[in-house]
C-alpha cells in the first residue's frame, strides 16, 4: 500500500512539475483565450474612419517624401497593383482558373500580393455601396 501511494505521490509530483515547467508557454493563451469575444455583427470601426477617403501615395509624398521613398523602394508598394494599368502584375494562368472560380480575369481589377501569392479584387456591392471583394481564386 505505502509503495502505491508512493508511486501515486511521485506521479502527481511528475504531472506538476511538467505543468509548471510549461506554464509561461500556456499562460498567454489562456489570458487570450479567456478575454470577452466581441460579436461579429459589432462594427467596431471609428466615424472618423467611416467618412475618410484614400487619397492616394501621391499626395502623402507632399508631406513625407523620405516615408514615401521608402516605400516606394519595398515591395509594400507593390502589394496592391492596378491591372488595367500594367496587366503584367497578373502571375496567374487564368487558362487553368478552376471551375469553380466566382470570376475571370476580365472583372478583375486589383491584384494583391505579388509573385508568391496573389488574390484578385472584383468590383461588388456591399451593403448597397460600390466596393471590392476578393475572388476566390489565388495563385
Known amino acids: 500500500m ?10 502527481l509530483l ?45 499626395k502623402c509624398q507632399e508631406c513625407h517624401e523620405e516615408n514615401y521613398s521608402n ?9 496592391i497593383q492596378d491591372i488595367k494599368k500594367d496587366p503584367s502584375v497578373v502571375v496567374a494562368d487564368f487558362t487553368k482558373l478552376p ?13 494583391i500580393g505579388s509573385k508568391f501569392k496573389q488574390r484578385y479584387m472584383i468590383p461588388a456591392t456591399i451593403n448597397d455601396k460600390e466596393d471590392y471583394r476578393l475572388g476566390n481564386y489565388q495563385t
Open 2 to 11: 505505502k509503495k502505491i501511494l508512493l508511486g501515486l505521490l511521485f506521479l
Open 14 to 58: 511528475t504531472i506538476l512539475s511538467i505543468i509548471w515547467l510549461n506554464l509561461p508557454k500556456i499562460t498567454p493563451y489562456y489570458t487570450q483565450l479567456t478575454q470577452p469575444r466581441v460579436g461579429l455583427n459589432l462594427d467596431l470601426q471609428p466615424q472618423a474612419q467611416k467618412r475618410a477617403n484614400f487619397i492616394g501615395s501621391i
Open 71 to 79: 516605400w516606394k523602394h519595398s515591395m509594400h508598394s507593390k502589394m
Open 99 to 111: 471551375n469553380d472560380a466566382d470570376f475571370t480575369l476580365a472583372e478583375a481589377v486589383y491584384t
